[in-house]
């Protein structure tokens, strides 16, 4: 078993990159580049938004018993802010990498490259997993009210 983990590692390691890899990761990172700095504007613009949609609310609601407190919405402004922030964060890392790595032919940018692109899939997973979880229990408790 040693000796397939072995050969895999020493295969994976003596790989190379043909040129077309190369102008496929160059056209990449540059797409992923712009979607970051998009989502950075993004990030931004929430963060603003937040701080008008609360004042906001807080004057068109003076009268009314809503169950969230209308101080509350600037934190749930600032914690999709949070969530948002990683995923575009290890894009960006994933296109500064890749461009540094392509420039320079270094493989240790490339792998740094490959460390950021998993972790925003992997980061990706998770949220969609949750997200999965909380819309079935949504489900499920709205077909319990139905059905009671």
């Given at each position: 078993?040693n000796?397939?983990k ?7 390691y003596s790989?190379?990159?043909l040129p077309?890899?190369?102008r496929?990761?160059?056209?990449t ?5 712009f979607f ?5 504007i993004m ?9 008008f ?5 807080a004057?068109l609601d003076q009268?009314?018993q809503?169950l ?5 919405v ?6 999709i802010?949070l969530v ?7 894009l ?7 461009k540094?790595?392509i ?5 240790f940018?490339l792998?740094q ?8 899939w992997?980061?990706?997973g998770i949220?969609t997993?949750?997200?999965l979880?909380?819309?079935a229990?949504?489900?499920c408790?709205?077909?319990a009210e139905?059905?009671a």
């Amino acid at each position: 078993m040693n000796e397939v983990k072995q050969t895999i590692s020493d295969e994976a390691y003596s790989m190379k990159l043909l040129p077309s890899s190369l102008r496929y990761l160059e056209s990449t990172h540059k797409w992923v580049g712009f979607f970051s700095v998009l989502g950075f504007i993004m990030i931004g613009l929430l963060l603003v938004g937040s701080l008008f949609a609360s004042s906001l609310i807080a004057r068109l609601d003076q009268d009314s018993q809503s169950l969230l407190p209308i101080e509350n919405v600037k934190f749930v402004y600032l914690g999709i802010c949070l969530v948002y922030f990683f995923p575009i964060w290890y894009l960006y890392k994933f296109s500064r990498h890749t461009k540094k790595a392509i420039a320079e032919k270094n493989n240790f940018d490339l792998d740094q490259a490959f460390r950021y692109n998993k972790k925003y899939w992997k980061f990706l997973g998770i949220l969609t997993i949750i997200v999965l979880i909380f819309y079935a229990i949504i489900i499920c408790k709205t077909i319990a009210e139905i059905y009671a």
